[in-house]
T-cell receptor, first 114, second 110 residues
Framework: NAGVTQTPKFQVLKTGQSMTLQCAQDMNHNSMYWYRQDPGMGLRLIYYSASEGTTDKGEVPNGYNVSRLNKREFSLRLESAAPSQTSVYFC?????????????FGQGTRLTVV | EDQVTQSPEALRLQEGESSSLNCSYTVSGLRGLFWYRQDPGKGPEFLFTLYSAGEEKEKERLKATLTKKESFLHITAPKPEDSATYLCAVRAAAGNKLTFGGGTRVLVKP
């Protein structure tokens, strides 16, 4: 099983450029999440989607937009990248209706904005 | 607002030297407390879920316990391959957000 797949793995952007981070899961999970991880800050939630067709802001949504394209795919868009968005981005998914609601993570996208 | 605090931030152990990691939390109705392991350059890997005070889970040299205010991850006779960052997270009864602590970096020297 592939689990959660993120693309790309690495990206360098210039300030002001835009890009979309892609995430797909093959576990038929209802909920999907985007986190960013910075040194000393732990994982912080950017946006999440409890189910297909819904999205909600997390702790640090400014500068980002998301699209829940279908049940499998959840993308994160940076419209105008800033150096403060240099981070490692993780996508995750979980099954909200199940007894075990742990989240499964992708391998991350390391983004540098110069 | 849900909060998770992990301590210590870093832990250096000799191989075989047992120790414990702490995760203190405040949450409006705990739906689950999760422990993850994260290796450098990788995504977090799920270890345990704990649902109620008094619950314990074990996996190899790791044992997780839960009280009403905190969770402990005990590492018994650690080996160098146990070196990683250990993350704790909570999910509240209402809502779908998973809130993480800052993690504890564990280094086990041979």
């Amino acid at each position: 099983n592939a689990g959660v797949t993120q693309t790309p793995k690495f990206q360098v952007l210039k300030t002001g450029q835009s890009m979309t981070l892609q995430c797909a899961q093959d576990m038929n999970h209802n909920s999907m999440y985007w986190y960013r991880q910075d040194p000393g800050m732990g994982l912080r939630l950017i946006y999440y989607s409890a189910s297909e067709g819904t999205t909600d802001k997390g702790e640090v949504p400014n500068g980002y937009n998301v699209s829940r394209l279908n049940k499998r795919e959840f993308s994160l868009r940076l419209e105008s990248a800033a150096p403060s968005q240099t981070s490692v981005y993780f996508c995750a998914s979980s099954d909200q209706g199940a007894m075990n609601t742990e989240a499964f993570f992708g391998q991350g996208t390391r983004l540098t904005v110069v | 607002e849900d909060q998770v605090t992990q301590s210590p931030e870093a832990l250096r152990l000799q191989e075989g030297e047992s120790s414990s990691l702490n995760c203190s939390y405040t949450v409006s109705g705990l739906r689950g407390l999760f422990w993850y392991r994260q290796d450098p350059g990788k995504g977090p890997e799920f270890l345990f879920t704990l649902y109620s005070a008094g619950e314990e889970k074990e996996k190899e040299r790791l044992k997780a316990t839960l009280t009403k205010k905190e969770s402990f991850l005990h590492i018994t006779a650690p080996k160098p391959e146990d070196s990683a960052t250990y993350l704790c997270a909570v999910r509240a009864a209402a809502g779908n957000k998973l809130t993480f602590g800052g993690g504890t970096r564990v280094l086990v020297k041979p």
